[in-house]
């Protein structure tokens, strides 16, 4: 019997044929986008080598700590409303202390750099008598495998990590994240774009050795006559003693027996270095939908489209992370009768809607229309109703829906009319008002 993932995926479907559990093991080593050739480059690129790479260090750094810095609130769904839960264990989990070794910033920075390298994240859940979460244990992805059971098509993790005996744990105890994958393990960005990490790593290379040389063009030292072995060593000791390297720069040479200098390499900017370099931080940026200004690329960057790129960056950067995240801790850290009543969710309404000057300004233009009410703004705001009053919508007295029949002019006040033709008000008397009276002619 198949099950949903080799009837969906037939092409892959040869890995997880039943076999023995080494037999799955070995296939699982060899998966099939660890099947491609990837080392384009000469030196060696790892998920951690990759990080010596500025521009790709800077981009993991990035989203690890914007998503990091912002908190985790365990909401209770009550229908239309919400209000959040501050004393549900989840809360704690997340928002406290995920475990006690970890700060929240540190595990959410930890699991999202191992994502943004690996394409997996991974942490055990640590369970308690009751069948809550405990705490969230963070485990390195080079030492986590997901197998599938031949007998009973479950799969489950592996836990290998070196001169340690394996550890299984079910789908239920293992907090994963990942990213596009075959459902099951997310890709490495590391493994797919290895080669444009290493020319990233090579520019680098090639920069440096560029000023270690001492920044002047390589050449040609041609004499008349052939050098004598001692000759050839003093000339070949002298530059390297006194023209090699950066500090050595401008210094004269001197040309022994006719001795003729020519030089013969490109210098850098006919190489394209800078250029090269510049192109690999801006597919740096296309792997991880960042923006370049968050790299410190400025280049195309105006005052006028920085904070739309901003916003950019938090709906294509960092809106399906926190969607990832969100939606694992809903499934994996909620009891099943739990599910349906709670949630988790980032606040992150500060990043997402600009500057509060300017989200005050739209929403007294949008309550003075009756477009909002004030429960409404406030869910905007993440933050709780005022009860059935907050429904209400309000609008100015001047204002009127044009449906509405016109409503009648209010009633003139009362006026007495004594001597000749100016009016006067007549006072109430005892608190009471008088009905008006009639005009009274006062004879002289």
């Known amino acids: 019997m198949t099950n949903w993932f080799t009837r969906s995926f037939p092409t892959f479907a040869k890995y997880f044929k039943r076999g ?5 093991l070995r296939r699982q080593e060899h998966h099939w986008w660890h099947d491609a050739d990837l080392n384009g480059f000469t ?7 990759a990080m010596k790479y500025a521009a790709f260090y800077a981009a993991v750094d990035r989203i690890a700590s914007d998503i990091a810095k912002l908190p985790i609130h365990v909401y209770q769904n009550k229908g239309r409303d919400f209000e959040r839960a501050p004393s549900h264990p989840v809360q704690w989990l997340l928002h406290d202390q995920p475990n006690q070794y970890q700060t929240p910033y540190i595990f959410k920075q930890t699991m999202v750099g191992y994502l943004l390298r690996w394409g997996n994240a991974y942490a055990e859940i640590q369970m308690r008598g009751d069948g809550r979460p405990a705490a969230l244990h963070v485990i390195p992805p080079q030492y986590v495998r997901v197998l599938v059971n031949a007998a009973t098509d479950e799969y489950f993790y592996e836990i290998r990590p070196p001169n340690q ?6 789908l ?5 994240l990942r990213m596009i994958g075959d459902g099951m393990m997310g890709l490495s960005p590391v493994a797919l774009f290895r080669t444009m990490i290493g020319m990233g790593l090579s520019a680098e290379e090639a920069g440096k050795s560029f000023f270690d040389l001492g920044m002047r063009p390589c050449g040609v030292f041609s004499v008349p006559n052939q050098l004598s072995p001692e000759a050839f060593n003093r000339l070949r000791g002298q530059l390297e003693q006194y023209n090699a390297g950066a500090k050595n720069t401008g210094r004269m040479l001197l040309a022994e027996q006719g001795a003729k200098v020519e ?8 190489a394209q270095l800078i250029e090269s370099r510049t192109f690999t931080v801006q597919d740096i940026c296309r792997i991880f939908h960042l ?20 916003r950019e960056y938090v709906g294509d950067c960092l809106q399906p992370h926190f969607t990832n995240f969100e939606q694992e801790a809903n499934c994996k850290l909620f009891l099943p009768g739990e599910q349906a009543k709670f949630y988790v969710k980032f606040s992150v309404e500060a990043m997402l809607r600009g500057k509060s000057a300017d989200r005050a300004a739209l929403y007294k233009a ?14 905007l705001e993440d933050m709780p109703s005022l009860g059935p009053d907050g429904d209400k919508h309000y609008r100015p007295l001047n204002l009127q829906a044009v449906e509405d029949p016109p409503a009648p002019p209010p009633a003139p006040p009362s006026r007495l009319l004594i001597g000749g033709d100016e009016p006067g008000i007549k006072e109430p008397k005892n608190g009471k008002a008088q009905p008006p009276a009639k005009k009274e002619e006062v004879n002289a």
Do not use: C, Y
Request: glycine fraction near 2%; hydrophobic fraction near 35%.
């Open 20 to 24: 023995s559990t080494d037999e799955l």
């Open 43 to 49: 030196g060696i690129v790892t998920e951690d080598t």
């Open 165 to 170: 005996p394996p550890t299984r744990l079910d």
């Open 172 to 176: 239920e105890r293992m907090f994963h």
């Open 263 to 270: 030089q013969w390499s490109i210098p850098p900017e006919d």
């Open 291 to 310: 923006p370049p200004h968050k790299l410190q690329d400025l280049s195309r960057a105006t005052f006028s489209n920085v904070e739309e790129l901003d």
């Open 366 to 379: 949008m309550f003075e229309v009756a477009a909002l009410s004030p429960n409404e703004i406030r869910a």
